[in-house]
């Protein structure tokens, strides 16, 4: 059990579907709020999580900040002693000064692109400047000492523009960027026309990692994760705001509910799983097709 648990690393939990955005490549099956865990469930279910021997999770959704309790949760899960990773559109990033003061905090946000291209991919619903707005929340998050870095889904849009990217980031003190790839699921899939990378487009991105590591030597910039793995070799512990698990956050497979299993019991499946075959298959080849690693 140690030794998957060292494998998947870390919880993913998304307590809400709900979401200011509507970006073209999210993964998630819509942004209804239906029948969410109560605060008192996940902190159960958090509690597990770290008893099970898990020291990281990730809470995330949707927008997580769109839920009230957001707070207490991060405040739970980080006074239990687990290292916190709030994964955020950032837009709605406010009371720094509650979460400066949580213990081994840290927040990830999506910033897709420059300005132009990020805005286009993020679709705000509302007349927000989501580029602007997350990036001087996340500026003023650094300040008061949290840690922040930034992902980049990295899809035809923007492949051509992750240097440009950098340049205004750094702006705003940020020093620390990584790389995902953008997959074909749910609404990436339906725009997949317009997001999907050719095996040239992918090679071309690696002029641009080149010069980012020669002009901003001060920024860690994370290229490698870029280079998704097969996902039956790829086990993660996705949770979504109902307390089904996933193994894998681009394949709606799940391997059971934690309101009526235990995260040992889960964990036990998930040694055994095997994803849909057409599900897979569909991951692969787009991997395939970029000739990334797997």
Known sequence: MKKLIDKIANVDFEITYLCNLKCLHCYNPHHKKLEELSLEQIKEIIKHIKDVGFTEIHINGGEPLLRDDAYDILEFASNLGLRVLLETNATLLKNIGKLKILPNFAIRASIDGPENEHN?????????NSFTTALTNLSEAKKAGIDVQLTCSVNKINYTKIYDMIKQVAIYGI???RLRLSMPTNSAEYHWNILKLSRQQFLEIDAQIKMIAEDFPDIKFDSGSINRKNPSTEPKFFIDPYGNVKPYPFIEYYVGNLKNETVQEILIKIQKVQLPKEDEKK????LDELNVVL
């Open 283 to 286: 991951m692969v080849e787009y």
């Open 175 to 177: 020093d620390d960027v």
């Open 120 to 128: 286009i991919i993020r679709r705000n619903t509302s007349d927000q």
